[in-house]
């Protein structure tokens, strides 16, 4: 491993193709500048041991490929506090948000320490049953609690800084961070929040008689749901990744992330601007 300064890790699309081959011409680029790289493919979950071999040294981590591959290399690298880039090679491109023709402005931004960084929080979360911690993780994007294919309605109990809403019945429930607003959350018709704010959105999906609305709450104090009832499968979900399995009787505890995901960009003040650009919001 370099003990260069400038080290900088390619995370390509899995699969190859004009991403393997941008990730190739990149490195290249940054040798010649003197600066040190490594490329690799875009691992599969569990993906912290693969990439960790290259946290010492590494001051940027450049993601070729969509939001979905950026939001997985995101979750794994937020540790270790540094920038990470996305150049688009997917279809949305809200986080990976840097086009394939300006990669070379990216970098030389990069350089020269002109680098717009964008703080943005993520989720932390433990699930317990009974007395034990039976897994936790980081969500980038959000968790989302979900019946399984049996089209039976699960019950939720949601509770901060001392106050409950019991008894919710629905097919789940979203908890997305500010930057996830623009994922399934919308879909669901949750808010579009602005992606700085230190909030976390709440949203359940098809609620069954009663009255709860999405809501957007501060990100500072724990939020608890608890799986209250449920007459068939429940699972939690992570950044849209393998759905784990719950239990009735099971506590989740959702806090924000000690550390914020710093998203390098060429420009700031795009929020509108994408919006826009993605049918979000009407010219």
């Given at each position: ?7 900088v890790l ?10 393997a ?37 590494c ?13 997985s290399t ?20 809200f ?8 990669w ?5 931004n ?7 960084i ?28 979900s ?6 309605i ?15 019945r ?42 709860v ?5 501060p990100a ?22 393998v ?13 924000r992330h ?26």
């Amino acid at each position: 491993m370099s003990d260069c300064k400038d080290f900088v890790l390619i995370v390509t699309k899995a699969g190859g193709g004009t991403a393997a081959k941008l990730g190739t011409i990149i490195s290249k680029w940054l040798s010649a500048r003197g600066v040190n790289s490594h490329v690799i493919e875009h691992p599969a979950p569990p993906a912290h041991v693969e990439v960790s071999e290259y946290r010492e040294g590494c001051s940027l981590v450049l993601v070729l490929g969509g939001d979905g591959t950026f939001i997985s290399t995101a979750g794994v690298v937020i540790e270790w506090k540094i920038p990470v880039l996305g150049i688009n090679h997917g279809r949305v491109g809200f986080l990976a948000e840097v086009m394939p023709d300006d990669w070379e402005i990216a970098l030389e931004n990069y350089l020269s320490h002109e680098l717009d960084i964008s703080r943005r929080l993520a989720l932390h979360y433990e699930i317990q049953r009974g007395t034990g911690i039976i897994g936790r993780g980081v969500a980038v994007n959000d968790l989302v609690l979900s019946r399984g294919s049996v089209a039976r309605i699960i019950s939720l109990d949601i509770g901060q800084s001392g106050q409950w809403i019991k008894n919710i019945r629905a097919d789940g429930v979203i908890i997305s961070t500010p930057t996830g607003s623009t994922a399934y959350n919308v879909s669901a018709g949750g808010p579009l929040v602005h992606p700085e704010l230190p909030v976390m959105c709440i949203t359940p999906v098809c609620p069954f008689l009663n009255g709860v609305r999405p809501m957007v709450l501060p990100a500072e104090m724990p939020l608890t749901i608890d799986i209250s009832e449920s007459s068939g499968d429940v699972f939690i979900t992570e950044d849209g990744r393998v759905p784990y399995p719950l239990k009735t009787g099971d506590r989740i505890i959702i806090t924000r992330h000690e550390n914020d995901l710093l998203l390098a960009r060429i420009r700031s003040n795009t929020f509108f601007e994408k919006l826009k650009s993605k049918g979000f919001l009407s010219e």
